[in-house]
């Protein structure tokens, strides 16, 4: 009975789409009412997409009832850390995976855990941490959900682990045809590599399971150098110690000459912290505004460098590896807001151009004032499993955070700085990360990712009617330049797509349009209460 009522949800609100009606939560309502649209977007601002309806799946029943009963474009998001468009899609049924959090099986003789992907490593965290387990990779911090995580292949500071892709056992994909499949490097291993930093646009993924490690016990180490140091440095101090769990380098702004070097390696000395996480404090209202005022003078940022940095990282720091990797962005002062917002870019290029891509980059940073808070220099090793990898050779990526303004002019000269470095990066067979603002040319898309047309073939392949999409996707894939233009101002419910599925005497899952040849779909999951 459960099941029919949820479908005739479905079918009657698609109907309802094609009448321009929207059904809002109590914050929209007021806006939507003005503006007849219902908007997703991230956490910059600076991507609002008109979207015809979001759902908030609790089950994996609900997901594949919400595919089933439509047949226009499905977005995907989560906890909206994506800067560019990635998870939305213009006059879209937009998934909202955050309620969709649960955990399933946790293993903790296997170090393994199956898990939802509306789940954030936080609570994976709070989770394991009584088993003295640790998230194996994840990024600097813990706000990210699983599935936005593996939707971008993320990775973090963990020395030689690679992105997220190393440390996923399987996955369950529900696809274009209603139907959900196992996937892993045995079972379906092309659909695994393809969904893995896929952008959400291969399917649904309704459940990973992941491989954990230990809650090690880690000591912090610092070095400072001049940048041209840094790579025989690092060849030889840090890839060459295993004993290094964690490491990352800061180029400090805003002359991007020195480095600091921050290690975390493993130790049996007593911890100078006995806190398990990090714990957030709603209250704390002084690092926004300090981080404000430190993206507005470069007095501030030498001070930084100069004095504050080297006061922190000097303190004897012993900690348990659950506990350096439970930052949470909000207690880092994340700032957006009407006028302007904090931002991210990230480059890879190969170690061996480290020092060439630096002047660049200081060229490139001075020349436009672009007004950097930080760069995070970290090793990306090769990656040899997504269709999308942005590791292609062993890289040094470097992680930018700067602050922006949000009027045209200011977003011209972004598009501007950022294409630049993207042809820096790529001139030297590296790439850049595909999450934030989508400034690339189509060729230096191409050239970033090589393997890019073997994933829109798959894609093609399993999703025929291009039902997953995003603006991210819409962008590079290749009959971008033939397809209609997703109009920001379209009219909810506007797209005729917009209905339910509907071959009279023909079940959906006996249609040629559904099927995906020699495949077999796994279980539903049973609906949980």
């Given at each position: 009975?459960?099941?029919?009522?949820?479908?005739?949800?479905?079918?009657?609100?698609?109907?309802?789409l094609?009448?321009?009606?929207?059904?809002?939560?109590?914050?929209?309502?007021?806006?939507?009412?003005?503006?007849?649209?219902?908007?997703?977007?991230?956490?910059?601002?600076?991507?609002?997409?008109?979207?015809?309806?979001?759902?908030?799946p609790?089950?994996?029943?609900?997901?594949?009832?919400?595919?089933?009963?439509?047949?226009?474009?499905?977005?995907?998001?989560?906890a909206?850390?994506?800067?560019?468009?990635?998870?939305a899609?213009?006059?879209?049924?937009?998934?909202?995976?955050?309620?969709?959090?649960?955990?399933?099986?946790?293993?903790?003789?296997?170090?393994e855990?199956?898990?939802?992907?509306?789940?954030?490593?936080r609570?994976?965290?709070?989770?394991?941490?009584?088993?003295?387990?640790?998230?194996?990779?994840?990024?600097?911090?813990?706000?990210?959900?699983?599935?936005?995580?593996?939707?971008?292949?993320?990775?973090?500071?963990?020395?030689?682990?690679g992105?997220?892709?190393?440390?996923?056992?399987?996955?369950?994909?529900?696809?274009?045809?209603?139907?959900?499949?196992?996937?892993?490097?045995?079972?379906?291993?092309?659909?695994?590599?393809?969904?893995?930093?896929?952008?959400?646009?291969?399917?649904?993924?309704?459940?990973?399971?992941?491989?954990?490690?230990?809650?090690?016990?880690?000591?912090?180490?610092?070095?400072?150098?001049?940048?041209?140091?840094?790579?025989?440095?690092?060849?030889t101090?840090?890839?060459?110690?295993?004993?290094?769990?964690?490491?990352?380098?800061?180029?400090?702004?805003p002359?991007?000459?020195?480095?600091?070097?921050?290690?975390?390696?493993?130790?049996?000395?007593?911890?100078?912290?006995?806190?398990?996480?990090?714990?957030?404090?709603?209250?704390?209202?002084?690092?926004?505004m300090?981080?404000?005022?430190?993206?507005?003078?470069?007095?501030?940022?030498?001070?930084?460098?100069?004095?504050?940095?080297?006061?922190?990282?000097?303190?004897?720091?012993?900690?348990?590896?659950?506990?350096?990797?439970?930052?949470?962005?909000?207690?880092?002062?994340?700032?957006?807001?009407?006028?302007?917002?904090?931002?991210?870019?990230?480059?890879?290029?190969?170690?061996?151009?480290?020092?060439?891509?630096?002047?660049?980059?200081?060229?490139?940073?001075?020349?436009?004032?672009?007004?950097?808070?930080?760069?995070?220099?970290?090793?990306?090793?090769?990656?040899?499993?997504?269709?999308?990898?942005?590791?292609?050779?062993?890289?040094?990526?470097?992680?930018?955070?700067?602050?922006?303004?949000?009027?045209?002019?200011?977003?011209?000269?972004?598009?501007?700085?950022?294409?630049?470095?993207?042809?820096?990066?790529v001139?030297?067979?590296?790439?850049?990360?595909?999450?934030?603002?989508?400034?690339?040319?189509?060729?230096?898309?191409?050239?970033?990712?090589?393997?890019?047309?073997?994933?829109?073939?798959?894609?093609?392949?399993?999703?025929?009617?291009?039902?997953?999409?995003?603006?991210?996707?819409?962008?590079?894939?290749?009959?971008?330049?033939?397809?209609?233009?997703?109009?920001?101002?379209?009219?909810?419910?506007?797209?005729?797509?917009?209905?339910?599925?509907a071959?009279?005497?023909?079940?959906?899952?006996?249609?040629?349009?559904?099927?995906?040849?020699?495949?077999?779909?796994?279980?539903?999951?049973?609906r949980?209460?």
């Amino acid at each position: 009975m459960g099941k029919v009522l949820t479908k005739l949800t479905l079918v009657l609100a698609a109907i309802l789409l094609l009448d321009n009606v929207v059904l809002l939560n109590k914050s929209q309502l007021s806006a939507s009412i003005a503006k007849n649209q219902l908007i997703v977007n991230d956490v910059t601002g600076l991507n609002p997409i008109p979207v015809a309806m979001v759902i908030k799946p609790k089950t994996e029943l609900e997901i594949t009832d919400a595919i089933m009963a439509t047949s226009g474009p499905i977005s995907i998001g989560g906890a909206r850390f994506s800067m560019g468009g990635q998870i939305a899609y213009p006059n879209s049924l937009h998934l909202d995976m955050r309620e969709y959090n649960q955990i399933i099986h946790l293993d903790p003789a296997n170090k393994e855990i199956t898990v939802q992907p509306g789940i954030t490593w936080r609570e994976i965290q709070q989770a394991i941490d009584p088993h003295d387990l640790s998230v194996k990779i994840m990024q600097d911090f813990n706000n990210f959900t699983v599935g936005g995580s593996l939707s971008v292949n993320a990775h973090g500071r963990f020395t030689r682990a690679g992105p997220i892709i190393n440390s996923v056992k399987s996955l369950r994909i529900a696809l274009a045809n209603g139907r959900v499949y196992q996937a892993s490097r045995t079972d379906n291993p092309q659909l695994f590599r393809a969904a893995i930093g896929g952008y959400g646009g291969i399917g649904v993924i309704t459940e990973a399971t992941l491989s954990l490690t230990d809650n090690v016990v880690i000591e912090r180490s610092t070095r400072s150098m001049h940048f041209v140091d840094y790579l025989d440095y690092f060849k030889t101090k840090v890839l060459g110690d295993p004993t290094i769990v964690l490491n990352n380098a800061l180029l400090y702004p805003p002359t991007f000459e020195d480095v600091l070097d921050i290690n975390w390696r493993t130790t049996n000395k007593p911890l100078t912290n006995n806190q398990r996480l990090k714990t957030y404090n709603p209250d704390i209202r002084w690092k926004p505004m300090l981080v404000d005022m430190v993206s507005r003078f470069d007095l501030l940022k030498r001070l930084r460098h100069n004095l504050i940095d080297p006061a922190l990282f000097n303190k004897p720091a012993v900690v348990t590896r659950n506990f350096e990797t439970s930052y949470d962005l909000r207690e880092f002062g994340f700032v957006s807001d009407a006028d302007s917002t904090m931002a991210l870019r990230e480059y890879f290029v190969p170690l061996d151009s480290f020092e060439v891509f630096v002047m660049k980059m200081r060229q490139v940073f001075i020349r436009h004032n672009v007004n950097v808070l930080n760069v995070s220099i970290r090793y990306s090793p090769r990656d040899r499993e997504s269709l999308l990898a942005w590791a292609r050779d062993d890289m040094l990526s470097f992680v930018i955070i700067y602050r922006q303004r949000k009027d045209e002019d200011s977003l011209q000269r972004v598009s501007t700085w950022s294409r630049e470095l993207i042809d820096s990066a790529v001139g030297t067979g590296g790439s850049y990360y595909l999450p934030f603002q989508k400034h690339a040319s189509r060729e230096s898309f191409f050239r970033s990712y090589p393997r890019a047309g073997e994933y829109f073939a798959f894609k093609k392949r399993v999703d025929p009617d291009n039902r997953f999409n995003n603006m991210l996707l819409d962008q590079y894939q290749p009959d971008a330049d033939a397809t209609a233009d997703p109009s920001p101002t379209a009219a909810p419910g506007s797209n005729i797509g917009w209905r339910p599925y509907a071959y009279p005497g023909v079940p959906y899952y006996a249609h040629p349009a559904y099927q995906v040849t020699g495949w077999r779909p796994v279980p539903m999951q049973p609906r949980r209460p």
